[in-house]
Nanobody, 128 residues
Framework: QAPLVESGGGSVEAGGSLRLSCADS????????MGWFRQAPGKEREFVGCIKWISSSTYYAESVKGRFTISRDNAKNTVNLQMNTLKPEDTAVYYCAASTTDYSQTWHYLLPIGYNYWGQGTQVTVSS
């Protein structure tokens, strides 16, 4: 039912890798950016990273920089999140989001309010 669908979540040991994918659930729509957020139990939703659809410019949270990589496929309107050297603190529900607004300032894409389409989330669990 969600406009976006995440896949690829699961359980891995610390130091392992996982790749998440996000795709349209059916309908097609224009988007200027797609982002990834995560939320752990008892914690606020946290920005992970995003990618601008046209320029392919990427932005990452400091906590995942150097370990996570976002990529996109314009033809398929999909976005991937490659997660390497996973840590227990990466455990959370990961959400994919799309923004159909062309913000002139990038900071809008670093906040949940900048996105108007969301997936249902996929669980990522990293054990020590």
């Amino acid at each position: 039912q969600a406009p976006l669908v995440e896949s690829g979540g699961g359980s891995v040991e610390a130091g392992g890798s996982l790749r998440l994918s996000c795709a349209d659930s059916g309908r097609t729509f224009s988007r200027y950016a797609m982002g990834w957020f995560r939320q752990a139990p008892g914690k606020e939703r946290e920005f992970v990273g995003c990618i601008k659809w046209i320029s392919s410019s990427t932005y990452y949270a400091e906590s995942v920089k150097g370990r996570f990589t976002i990529s996109r496929d314009n033809a398929k309107n999909t976005v991937n999140l490659q997660m390497n050297t996973l840590k227990p603190e990466d455990t959370a529900v990961y959400y994919c989001a799309a923004s159909t607004t062309d913000y002139s300032q990038t900071w809008h894409y670093l906040l949940p309010i900048g996105y108007n389409y969301w997936g249902q989330g996929t669980q990522v669990t990293v054990s020590s």
